[in-house]
């Protein structure tokens, strides 16, 4: 059920209870009021609370009947610092309510006799990509995320981002502070790679000589590999300073990803579904297919290469060009494709053996329905939406295909996002054999 804000003409100005009936997409508790849908942030599920009215919005006073799943956030920032959105309820009792979300959503899309999820739910200080806001104010810069519908706020503390990248804020400040370029706000994109952290800084004027000296001597200072400089009007990427190599390894493969280049959020999630998806994919011979589709800079490409060929299709120019120089001399060939506007069709399909994509957060877009409409019996879907995944899912449905088995990983954590990996089948051997299968074991869930 889609829930809608009901705003009241004439609310009041006393304290009420509400019970918390559930939370809502953006993590805010939800309850029931004079026949209106209130959202009510900091609460948890079968929580009773006193509330009052701010304005036309309700304003949380106190946790009356505070539920077993609630603990005290571990973060002096969370509710100013808009990285985290439920940071009072159990990593376990979060984790839950992500499943659900997803199963949900399965069930809205027409999966009926859902199979039990695995799961795996990430460590704090494990975040290794984060972006971040840069704003100067009078007498140095705030360096963090915004706070819900605001300004950046100081990441003075993170218990999600990987302490080598922590590390870097205080003396990053200082640097910024000292850039001609950096007149108002700008932005960060951190990347733990392989081979060091990657800064790719975007100032609302050009660097000036000046900085560029700046930034590479900071760069020395700090054993950086690469900084890079994004310019706000065409998006354009230049290297301002260079160390040594860049790189990361997928698999067996080390590869060169460009400037802020996308990673799973942590190593150990990206493990979790580089495992899942690969478990996912149905037994192959040399001469089988696996189609790729939004493949990144071969985060999955090349692990998926270690069981069979691999077409690999990637519409960002620079990640497809990261991809197919790692992929000379092995059971890979790297595609530039737009799918979103050139969508693989039907009879490009006609031989493959199985797909496996992991499309943005809107979805899978206009590459869904000729993917339905293909002969390819076996698809292995990355989600990280469930919304999207309800809208893709149902035509994977009505297509005549099955969920054999999905793994939820938490790798936001204290978010609401989720990421699941999802093994599609209408292979009827297949089918009844993971039926089976499923009917003499246990389900099975990935330590977290």
Known sequence: MTLVITVMNNPGTGAFPLRIEGLGAAGDGVAH????????????????????????????IEVTHPSADRVAPPCSLFGECGG????????????????????AALDAAGFEDIPPPGQYQTAPYTRRRMDLAIQRIPGGIILGLHRRNGDPVDMTECHLL??????????????????????????????????????????????????????????????????????????????????????????????????????????DAENAIVQAAVEGLPSLNKKDITVELFAGCGTLTFPLSEKGRVLAYEGELAAANCLKAAAGGRRVEGYQRDLMRQPLLPHDLKSTRAVVLDPPYAGAGAQTIPLAKSGVKDIVYISCNPAALEKDGRALKEAGYSLLNWTVVDQFLWSTEVETVLVFSRDPKRIKRESSRR??????????
């Open 33 to 60: 009021h004079d026949g209106h849908v209130l959202f009510l942030p900091g609460t948890l599920p079968g929580e009773e609370v006193l509330a009052r009215f701010s304005g036309t919005r309700p304003e949380l």
């Open 84 to 103: 985290c959105a439920i940071q009072e309820m159990s990593l376990p009792a979060l984790l839950e309510w992500k499943t659900a979300r997803v199963s």
């Open 162 to 267: 990987h302490p080598e990248l922590f590390a870097l804020l205080s003396p990053l400040r200082e640097v910024l502070g000292t850039l001609g370029a950096l007149t108002g706000r700008g932005s960060l994109v951190l990347n733990l790679l392989d081979s060091g952290p990657d800064l790719t800084l975007s100032t609302p004027a050009e660097l000036t000589s000046a900085d560029r000296s700046k930034l590479a001597a900071f760069g020395r200072a700090y054993n950086l590999p690469r900084i890079s400089w994004q310019n706000p009007k065409d998006r354009s990427i230049e290297t301002v300073s260079q160390t040594k190599p860049v790189t990361e390894r997928f698999g067996e493969v080390e590869t060169s990803p460009p400037p802020a280049a996308f990673l799973q959020a942590t190593r």
């Open 439 to 448: 009917s003499h074991s246990a389900p099975s869930h990935l330590d977290s």
